[in-house]
């Protein structure tokens, strides 16, 4: 199997009114994300910020459950706690995923906004091809990836759908069901 | 299609201990789940709560959004909430699908500790006969249903799974999964 990274980026991403804006960290999306990216057999899961502050929060929510008085409270969380990794930029994420991957891993996003180029059962089938190349996939928080974090993706995702014309998931729902399409049994 | 109702429930559920507790109702759990169901087709989200005060809460974050402050604000955040329905039991959520859909529910359980005993395609299979009973998932919050709320439901599904031997999602990321694998497009 190809191996598979995820980020979730905190900037630049966009506000409801379309503006670039940093959006926080927040606790319950990195235990959210943690916990399906261990599931589905994520090499690493990648929070960036730019901001330092914003850095040690999220250093503090995981170090909590990692070596803090949460340790010995919840062994689920350690273990999926353990994969997340939290850098500045989109750069380091890959540059800390090619040295465990051997190889500069494709970026693929998904956007609830984006005509989507690829399907979920074209990129599981690559996924199980252990010399393809490894795949980041970018979740943006806020109201979406902003679109120069966009164009840097190699592939993009076609956007999840229902039977109904809503596609409006939070990020814990569609990073959990893009996992599960691409490495779900 | 047969309908389709997801109800979250937070009493009776376990804790991390195996004790039968109430769990708080979150405001992002409704946001996720209501936003989840209105994506996949649910006809109404039930959140369960036998306690006067927290239903109170439910009921507010509710309001914020579909009549208060937030009215203007978000108008998806209303179309998702608008199939959100606060009540005290189980009984009651099922009379109200029961009206809703002219015939009881199925009941449907899964849980990450279940051993299932119906597979996602089979369930998504019979949603798709117009003509079959409507169903409702029943999801627990805390550290999953007490075994006297598994007891009811008619039906298992199974345990979600990817290629690691861990399986403790989110009951956010677990909601938005199974509604995909039933409903996805």
């Given at each position: 199997m190809a191996q598979l990274f995820i980020a979730l980026i905190h900037y630049p991403v966009l506000d409801r009114n379309g503006r670039i804006v940093a959006s926080a960290i927040t606790s319950l999306d990195l235990h959210d994300l943690a916990r399906s990216a261990r599931t589905y057999g994520v090499s690493a899961f990648y929070v960036v910020h730019p901001v330092p502050d914003q850095r040690e929060f999220g250093a503090r929510v995981v170090g909590h459950w990692m070596e803090g008085p949460g340790r010995q409270f919840d062994s689920r969380r350690r273990e999926a706690l353990d994969r997340v990794r939290i850098v500045p930029d989109l750069d380091t994420a890959l540059a800390d995923a090619t040295a465990l991957a051997g190889r500069l891993p494709l970026m693929v996003h998904t956007s609830a906004r984006s005509v989507g180029q690829m399907s979920y059962a074209a990129l599981r089938e690559r996924l199980e091809v252990s010399d393809d190349p490894p795949l980041m996939i970018l979740f943006g928080t806020g109201?979406?990836?902003?679109p120069s974090m966009l164009e840097r993706a190699d592939l993009a995702l076609a956007p999840l759908l229902g039977p109904e014309d809503y596609n409006h998931l939070s990020v814990r729902a569609a990073a959990g069901i893009i996992l599960d399409r691409l490495r779900g049994h």
């Open positions: 109201f979406g990836l902003a």
